[in-house]
């Protein structure tokens, strides 16, 4: 690394007082939530393993220059990013299942999924915490490093979701009995009619968004990459940047209120029937509806227009990378070599891999359940083999790992966060998430309280100390960042023994329950942050 970047990266180093207090409340805070689940050791600990290889890549990322060896570690660290994330939540998932269900009576139905929610989200909670404490230490959100690593995931990942892609193309194109009436061939022929030639039996408004999701997102790519304003200049008509900006701008609200919608739409069709849609909004408005949402010539246009964008974006990006320099495309390289160790990996281990797996995860399942998931998977496999499947999976665990990436580096982008303490940000979310599973488990009052605490104190510290290091620098700043943290601390303590005090004095009123739990941690987060902001 040079003296320049080390320079750069002491300048965004937070001080060490600050650091050191902000990660020791966090952590005592997740270790006390996370003592509230029983028996989420191993899938916690591959989220952590997800977490802190995350952690690793995007350090690595930040680093300057280029290189194959470093595209190559780059590229291998992605793998446990994307197994870490998949492994631990459906892993939680299917210890909280196998351990709420069976239940005695339908009414304890609701009750156990709501419990499998806060398990799940406590687990969630306190791996983001850890990843935002790691990451406020060394304050590496960048956009550039983001970009770079999550071109190197995707680059990673092409290798074995192609093969996986290819081996099952292989089995449907062959004929093979058994392919389209298998689970696979099911869901891909649901989903075609569904996205592509929906029927008008019922309204389709949840694909239509999601199609104009996909296809504006498209447009929003092709507008960020491909200089439009240059190539529509001339003729006495000149699109400006400005229009250009303003017209991308006007694009993304309207992506994101798609986005927003779709899934909604989606479950409203799914609960309520049509009848009770045209009963509700009346026959005309649901026929005109139909009309837009079914029109098959919108949706290939929709398609075609994604399918060319997509393809310029696609044709330029790899234009580009023949003609940068040598050093530049070695660095993608690495990657790819990555990707393709991790294929032969997965095709010679998926045997093995396949059985080790699929007899844990049902194993941990009630009986029931168990027998129903095999019914379901086990054809998938006898079609198309274990190594299709577990290559694909491998691909698709990478790509996820990408699309993390691709979050965080479209939050950086666009202002979401910023390089003043972000980490630390991301950790008081992660704690405030971990407190509401708490309260959803029925924890007890003080630790949701406490929990709530710590989040806006890990918070308000960490980003005291970013600010204040990137001003001053990390110098002799000790006494004032102890006298903020105290300060904080104190207000933040003072605020949950008003709240639990509150709580205490109304027994005959107010008794224990998640509900009034969840109403006290609110009272006393308000009264910490008005408490924070009447102070800044």
Known sequence: MTTANQHQNAERTPPRTSTVLATAIGLVAAGALFGQTTDLWTPAALGVTGILSLSACFELAARSGASTQRGFLLGVLTIPVGIGFIGGILGTTIVLVGSQFPVPTSPMISVAILRILGGLSILIGCTITLFGLVLGRRNTLSESSLKTYTKTAFVTASAPVLLGLGLFARVALAGRPGATQSLFGQLLDQAVRVVVAPTPARLHLGSFLFVLTVAGASVVLFLRQIPVADLLAGGGRRLTPESASRLQRLLQVVV????????????????????????????GLVGAIQALTTAGFLRVLLFGLTAVTLGWVAIDSVLAQFLQSESDRQRWFGPFVAGGLLTVTAAL????????????????????????????????????GETAVIVLLAGVFVALAGLIGATFWFAVSFGYLTDEGAGFSLASGGLFLAAVGAVIGGAPTWLVLGALVASLVVWDIGT???????????????????LHASATVFVGFLAAVAAFGLFKLAPTSTTPSPTTTLALACLGVGIVALSLAIRD
Not at 259 to 279: D, G, K, N, R, Y
Not at 365 to 380: K, W
Not at 464 to 482: H, M, N, Q
Request: glycine residues 8%; charged residues 15%; positive net charge.
């Open 256 to 283: 994101s209120a798609t986005a927003l919608l779709f899934v909604p739409a989606i479950i409203l069709e799914t609960v309520v029937s049509p009848a009770q849609l045209e009963a509700s909004l009346g026959p």
């Open 349 to 384: 281990s998926a045997t093995r891999a396949f059985n080790l797996v699929f007899r844990q995860a049902t194993g941990r399942l009630p009986t029931s359940l168990g027998a129903e998931v095999q019914r379901r998977v086990l054809p998938v496999i006898s079609v198309y």
């Open 464 to 482: 005291f100390g970013t600010k204040l290091g990137r001003e001053v620098g990390t110098g002799e700043t000790r006494s004032l960042e102890l």
